[in-house]
């Protein structure tokens, strides 16, 4: 058990909605990560939240959106989605803001219909 | 080409047998994570890197930051290390770029 907690961990819906990934990090790490892993293109790391302030921003679409509270959970919001936007997403935390080993939870598969 | 490179593709192995999976990338890291991912899909990090060797048990992670490679040894390898293994780069912009994947059976 990585101590990372996704919810839910399947979620399907149709083209067009929105939804909402949340994620509870291991106790007293400060940095949560956001990955998204799809059959064509493998992982692809989205959006990286420190201590609630945004920290690092990879491949994530404008349609995506994330952020960290102050009791450090974070929410992953997708919206106007497209038949692409299924995957499993993962979400990661770790101790501080860099280089540092990561706990991952067990993904949110996304299935769009 | 791919900013990360993995090798091989595809590995089978026979139980017991030592085990070599590589990594290849083309941009300036600051760290480099070796992760697990089994049949189920769950992620395990097995290693983080910046310089050296590390080592937990049968694995062994290494990397050279001259060469831009790092590789993951398995010692005695077991049925159960069949998973797929995946090379993920740190940028100085901490962005991360993952490899496409090592995919390794080991058969008993």
């Known amino acids: 058990d990585s101590g990372v907690t996704q919810t839910p961990k399947h979620l399907i819906t149709a083209t067009g909605q929105r939804v909402t990934l949340r994620c509870s990090p291991r106790?007293?790490?400060?940095?949560v990560y956001w990955y998204q892993q799809s059959l064509d293109q493998g992982l692809q790391f989205l959006i990286q939240y420190y201590n609630g302030e945004e920290r690092a921003k990879g491949n994530i679409l404008e349609r995506f959106s994330a952020q960290q509270f102050p009791d450090l959970h974070s929410e992953l919001n997708l919206s106007s989605l497209e038949l692409g936007d299924s995957a499993l997403y993962f979400c990661?935390?770790?101790?501080?803001?860099?280089?540092?080993?990561?706990?991952f939870g067990d993904g949110t598969r996304l299935s769009i219909l | 080409k791919n900013e990360v490179e993995q090798s091989p593709q595809n590995l089978t192995a026979q139980e017991g047998e030592f085990i070599t999976i590589n990594c290849s990338y083309s941009?300036?890291?600051?760290?480099l994570h070796w992760l697990q991912q089994h049949p189920g899909g769950g992620i395990v990090s097995l290693f983080m890197?910046?310089?050296g060797k590390k080592k937990h048990g049968r694995l062994i992670a290494t990397i050279n930051i001259q060469e831009k490679h790092s590789s993951l040894h398995i010692t005695a390898s077991h049925p159960r290390d069949s998973a797929v293994y995946i090379c993920?780069?740190?940028?100085?912009?901490?962005?991360?770029?993952f490899g496409p994947g090592t995919r390794l059976s080991v058969l008993p």
């Open positions: 890197l910046s310089s």
């Open positions: 106790s007293g790490d400060l940095s």
């Open positions: 941009v300036g890291i600051s760290a």
């Open positions: 993920a780069v740190i940028s100085y912009g901490q962005n991360f770029v």
């Open positions: 990661a935390s770790s101790a501080g803001v860099s280089n540092q080993p990561q706990h």
